[in-house]
């Protein structure tokens, strides 16, 4: 029993978790492999925040049956959002599964791990700092969600917020650095309310200032997601002020329409997200905004639906993750709302966003033409390499040289909707 492979679907936090587990499992001897089904330990991590991605995991459950039933020696795990507090029913659903664990509770499959090779995990597993991050890895330094917006499963999935401890993120990042990493993002649901469940009650400020003044090597800070009632002067302040924090937010509006803000139960109307994002603005000069919304919410009008497609015009975005209203089980809005605009509709609400975002983002992009970006390389694609500029746009370029991990100042030549293309202006630093 040596190799293990995590399988993973959803959100950032999933796959900081997925990397965890995989240095804990690594730290008991084995090894990762490529493949699915070539594991010893195989691990499905995995999301319900939209019905198709829990589709995507029963799926897959469904498609290992025969392969664990053939091979009765290797250990299959069920981890993530879709094991909640009480996983009675997924045991019956899937009895061929032999370990179900909720979000960040990797004991379980150490401890059966550890057994099965005659290894005890408390005596040899250390803390999980990813073994091969990549150049830039994301480090979650709250867990859980005290807000309980309507729509939303993770508060009951991932419990409340819990904020790791300041000093041992900072000696995480350092760690890291020793291992290639060049740029971290601090990683939360809601990343802005860090810290006040600590002692003296540090807040992501302080914490951005230690990473930075703390881990010289690490060249870039980002951070995310962002919550408009959390997001403090002192947060905006610290990404204005400190050299290294990079000047790009992650703000979701979710809908344009009061009524359905509340009804959402987010905490902010449409004018005090406007007057927000015009004071990090003002503050941080060519800040990027990327936000979330949702169409199709219970009982949005064709008028509230306009509200928002008014935000993604006005604002003028970086990026927009929309998605369609998609009910899910146990959340208020499941219980007490009706999923009642129709699945034609919300498409054709998701195409108008993604429309106009389209628009916007081409207009945007095109005022990087013949600008000089500093870009981290993080990877190669297509043969080329690419990396990301201070505001996370995506830029290519050729260049024959080793430059991972390396900061380049790279000519924007050209531009498109998705991403920016350019040569090298100047010799590696
Ligand atoms: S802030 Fe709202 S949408 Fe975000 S994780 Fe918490 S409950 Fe979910």
Redesign the pocket.
Known sequence: MNRYHVWTVGCQMNKADSERLGAGLEQLGLVWTPKAKDADVLILNSCVVRQNAEDRVVGMLTSLKPWKESNPGVTLALMGCMVGPKSDELRARFPYVDVFMAPQQFEPLIRLVGDKAGIDPDGCVGPLVPGHPNVTTHVPIIHG?D???TF?I??YRRGREVSRPLDELVEECHKLVARGVREVTLLG??VDSYGHDLPGAPDLADLLEAVHDGVPELVRIRFLTS?PNDMSERIIDAVARLPRAMECINLPFQAGSDEVLSSMRRGYTNAQYRELVARVRASVPGVAMVTDLIVGFPGETETQFEDSLAMVQDLRFDKVHAAAYSTRPGTIAARKLTDDVGHEEKQRRLHAIEAVQESVLTEINAGYLGSTQEVLVDGRSRGRWQGRTRTDKLVFFDDERDLLGRLMQVRITKTTPWSLQGHLDEAPA
């Open positions: 969600c807000k309980f917006c939303c993770i508060p649901q809601n919550h």
